[in-house]
């Protein structure tokens, strides 16, 4: 089960990506959901795409041929820390 307290928010620009990066996970079998992205967080559209952090490897190849910029906030094991971490651009 995704919990934002053991969750990566990839970041997109616009919904259309994000639910074009849903799909790619999909295809892959990388278990994921469309969510708004956090409060506070920087995503012009205000949709993310959420992976449990067990996964976050698994999804890397979806998001290095995504043809758009996508940034990731993961948040760590202990509750309520987010903390940005890159895990790919293009």
């Not at 409060?39 to 952090?53: F, I, K, N, P, R």
Request: with cysteine; glycine share 4%.
């Amino acid at each position: 089960m995704l919990q934002a307290k053991d969750a990566c928010y990839v970041l997109v620009r616009t919904s259309t990506e994000g639910f074009d990066l849903y799909q790619r996970f999909v295809d892959a079998s990388v278990p994921a959901r469309v969510t708004p992205a956090p409060h506070g967080m920087q995503a012009c559209c205000g949709t993310s795409v959420l992976l449990d952090l067990e996964v976050v490897d698994a999804a890397r190849p979806a998001i290095e041929v995504a043809p758009y910029p996508i940034g990731a906030s993961c948040a760590s094991r202990a509750p309520s820390t987010l903390r940005a971490t890159r895990i790919a651009s293009v």
